[in-house]
């Protein structure tokens, strides 16, 4: 019997309308391990089938049971976007109806009425979002039985994108909350995901505790080939700092120049001319994503490319889209792009990456490296889903104009070695493993208080092994869950309360927290900071980065040194650095892996030559690699600079900024640019001393590092951790100490 012989009659019969020839091959996979229960990981590429692959043996399974056992949903599908479950609920519709199974819809955009009815009378398929799913514990938490205790499975759409994020913590200690309500051992899940460099962290994060019991399902659809290029821009510096350490033109003035006929020296164009050309040159009149990092950055270039089209008297194709704006907005983008035949190009964020319909656009591009790899095989998955049409990606790096007295790491030309490098890892089928270990003791906190809403009320032993030990937060144990209760049930936080009888109960802060819509998400938008000099302030900037006084930071196109750090009142206060400007990566750049980084060194090092390299991208290239012969930066990674020093160690941005900080616990005055640690005011011989000492040393001890940062919060209720554990957070969750010997060892050749 074929795979397709085994789905229900009504199955075939819709696939049969489809007028489909065969199966896709990870559905041809994926058939027969959905038909025999367990939980899956289903993984291919963007636009290979893996919904069907899901979709179309469940409900074969539901189907298949003469008589359901009790009323409920038969299946839960958990997505991470409203948009995606739209696009879900029109792909999968008319299926259902074929076979005669409900379909709800279950997001804040839908009606209540319509909630009501899938409540009062569940069954069939639900799509939702994991908030959603959440408020409906909480807030009839008595339901969740007759709700969900008939499930056949739980689907989690995109799991590739809550590994290792708060939002997947929370995700999974709902999907165990559900299987204790529904008084079930277990619950079969299927786990849709992009392809993983360790696909065992997908087979985990769907059944924390239970990965090696996970059937993977592997799809190798060849897809239709790739077209990439990088695209180089040397680009002349036009607003230099001063060498008095002057900050320039205020934002005020600068607006004020732009305002006046004639230009001032210090205007820079916001997107340089040629990248602007040729971005005009090679998008318009076609259906493209263009990827440009910030919010601020996608709106400067769907303005400029805009102006470009009036200037010429053509109609608008560029438009913006990104979180900020209203869903209207962003959905008449997404439709233009799915449905309109006119060529029409979204400037955006990462808003675009994941699996929402937009239809095949003809190509993707994509300002700077990005932020992973991981993301840029995404955005790859976005084109060439028509057959005999290939995913096209350019890759625009644009990089500064080398004068007289540059940087020596400016020579480098880091961002384009960070985007061939990004490039060859895609090759080689390695991408970023999600980051696991934490302890989320934020995410642990909104979890401890959403049980207590959904039971009204739980003994602490039960919470611990509810939410620790059969539940995602297994790095947790007793004494430290009894030490974030107390931190929590303190005087001065009053989250939670303890009962005469023994239960945890909300407090009174807790009441005020709880009561609001917005608990439901576990995410939050990284806190912004006002940046202050003197008495103005210069803007604001959301602090997502480790920072500390004393080291130096790039804001409004100006280097200054960070005088103090107000996480109360959320101020930066700082002071112009008389330096020149360090390498400005791509929009989005959020920090490197340690992969990418050494692949960065094996490029700067070799001789490799890259076919998918322009005429002025090669140039770069050449130009990088004369100057890291130049440097001797293979023997000689300690580097002086002007009164300082610059080190290269060549690993990810965690470890760099754990080793600049573990430097400035030893006194010196040390930030990290980019890929490299500057070290101001010292000698080199100095620098070296010391990490010859700490790379012959046991790893330091994390408290002066972890004193040395500022804490921003970062998840959405670190503000109510006690200090003990928030600097517990932070050694675990954003610094590396242990790595400290083994980086420093790195520098000074040393490997005792």
């Given at each position: 019997m074929s795979n397709l012989d085994r789905l229900a009659?009504?199955?075939?019969?819709?696939?049969?309308?489809?007028q489909w020839t065969k199966l896709r091959d990870v559905q041809e996979k994926a058939i027969p391990a959905v038909l025999a229960g367990g939980d899956v990981v289903v993984s291919a590429k963007t636009a290979a089938g893996k919904t069907e692959a899901a979709i179309l043996p469940l409900l074969t399974r539901v189907l298949g049971r003469e008589e359901r056992e009790a009323a409920g949903f038969a299946i839960l599908w958990v997505s991470p976007l409203k948009a995606l479950i739209n696009d879900q609920f029109s792909r999968m519709e008319a299926l259902c109806e074929t076979c005669s199974v409900p379909l709800h819809r279950w997001h804040g955009d839908v009606s209540a009425s319509a909630k009501?009815?899938?409540?009062?009378?569940?069954?069939?398929?639900?799509?939702?979002?994991?908030?959603?799913?959440?408020?409906?514990?909480v807030r009839r938490g008595r339901e969740a039985g007759r709700l969900f205790g008939d499930l056949d499975a739980i689907v989690v759409d995109e799991l590739h994108a809550f590994i290792g994020s708060e939002r997947g913590m929370q995700l999974q200690s709902i999907l165990t909350r559900i299987e204790v309500a529904a008084g079930r051992e277990r619950i079969d899940r299927i786990g849709l995901s992009a392809t993983l460099g360790d696909m065992w962290l997908a087979a985990e994060?769907?059944?924390?505790?239970?990965g090696d019991r996970v059937t993977l399902v592997d799809g190798l659809d060849p897809g239709n080939g790739v077209r990439l290029q990088i695209r180089g821009y040397e680009i002349a510096r036009s607003r230099p700092l001063p060498e008095d350490g002057k900050a320039g033109p205020t934002n005020d003035e600068a607006e004020e120049a732009k305002d006046s006929s004639t230009p001032t020296e210090t205007e820079a164009p916001l997107v340089p001319k040629p990248v602007a050309d040729d971005l005009f040159r090679l998008l318009r009149g076609r259906s493209n994503l263009l990827f440009a990092g910030s919010r601020d950055r996608v709106e400067v270039y769907a303005d400029t490319l805009r102006a470009m089209c009036e200037d010429q008297r053509l109609p608008n194709e560029f438009f913006p889209h990104h979180g900020n704006l209203s869903k209207a907005e962003r959905e008449d983008v997404e439709t233009r792009l799915r449905d309109d035949p006119r060529p029409t190009t979204a400037v955006a964020t990462t808003t675009l990456e994941l699996g929402i319909d937009i239809g095949d656009v003809d190509g993707v591009a994509q300002i700077g490296p990005g932020s992973s790899v991981a993301s840029m095989r995404q955005r790859l998955g976005r084109s060439g889903r028509r057959a005999g049409k290939p995913s096209?990606?350019?890759?625009?790096?644009?990089?500064?104009?080398?004068?007289?007295?540059?940087?020596?790491?400016?020579r480098l030309h880091l961002d384009l070695v960070q985007s061939i490098a990004m490039v060859e890892c895609l090759k080689d089928g390695w991408c970023e493993p999600?980051?696991?270990?934490?302890?989320?003791?934020?995410?642990?906190?909104?979890?401890?208080?959403?049980?207590?809403?959904?039971?009204?009320?739980?003994?602490?032993?039960?919470?611990?092994?509810?939410?620790?030990?059969?539940?995602?937060?297994?790095?947790?144990?007793r004494a430290l869950f009894v030490e974030l209760l107390r931190g929590i049930a303190a005087p001065d936080v009053r989250l939670v309360e303890q009962s005469p009888e023994g239960l945890l109960m909300i407090g009174e802060e807790g009441e005020h927290v709880t009561a609001t819509h917005d608990f439901y998400a576990v995410f939050a938008t990284p806190e912004e900071y006002r940046i202050v000099h003197g008495s103005r302030t210069l803007g604001t900037k959301p602090m997502d980065q480790t920072i500390a006084p004393g080291q130096t930071m790039i804001f409004a196109g100006r280097r200054w040194r960070i005088v103090e750090v107000d996480d109360r009142a959320r101020v930066v206060t700082v002071k112009p650095a008389k330096k020149a400007l360090p390498p400005a990566f791509g929009g989005d750049w959020a920090g490197a892996h340690d992969r990418i980084v050494e692949t960065m060194r094996a490029v700067l090092a070799g001789e490799e030559t890259y076919a998918y390299l322009d005429a002025t991208a090669e140039k770069l290239l050449a130009d990088a690699r004369e100057a890291w012969r130049d440097l001797a930066l293979a023997t000689t990674p300690i580097l002086s600079s002007g009164r300082g020093v610059v080190l290269f160690p060549w690993v990810g941005t965690r470890k760099l900024e754990t080793l600049a900080l573990a430097l400035m616990a030893r006194?010196?005055?040390?930030?990290?640019?980019?890929?490299?640690?500057?070290?101001?005011?010292?000698?080199?011989?100095?620098?070296a001393e010391v990490l010859a000492e700490m790379a012959a040393s046991p790893p330091p001890d994390p408290q002066p590092i972890v004193?040395?940062?500022?804490?921003?919060?970062?998840?959405?209720?670190?503000?109510?951790?006690?200090?003990?554990?928030?600097?517990?957070?932070?050694?675990?969750?954003?610094?590396?100490?242990?790595?400290?010997?083994?980086?420093?060892?790195?520098?000074?050749?040393?490997?005792?």
């Open positions: 009659e009504p199955v075939r019969r819709w696939i049969w309308q489809q009501k009815r899938a409540r009062e009378r569940p069954s069939g398929v639900v799509l939702i979002t994991p908030e959603s799913l959440e408020a409906t514990l994060a769907l059944r924390p505790g239970g096209v990606l350019r890759i625009f790096a644009v990089e500064d104009a080398i004068g007289p007295g540059g940087s020596p790491v400016d999600p980051s696991i270990g934490g302890l989320h003791l934020s995410t642990l906190i909104h979890q401890i208080l959403a049980v207590i809403c959904q039971t009204g009320g739980i003994r602490p032993t039960t919470a611990w092994r509810l939410l620790c030990e059969r539940g995602p937060f297994r790095t947790v144990d006194d010196f005055v040390a930030s990290v640019d980019g890929h490299v640690i500057e070290v101001d005011d010292a000698h080199p011989k100095a620098v004193d040395r940062v500022a804490k921003p919060v970062r998840a959405k209720f670190d503000g109510f951790l006690p200090k003990g554990l928030m600097d517990l957070v932070t050694a675990i969750e954003r610094l590396d100490v242990a790595s400290v010997p083994e980086v420093a060892a790195r520098l000074v050749g040393s490997r005792d």
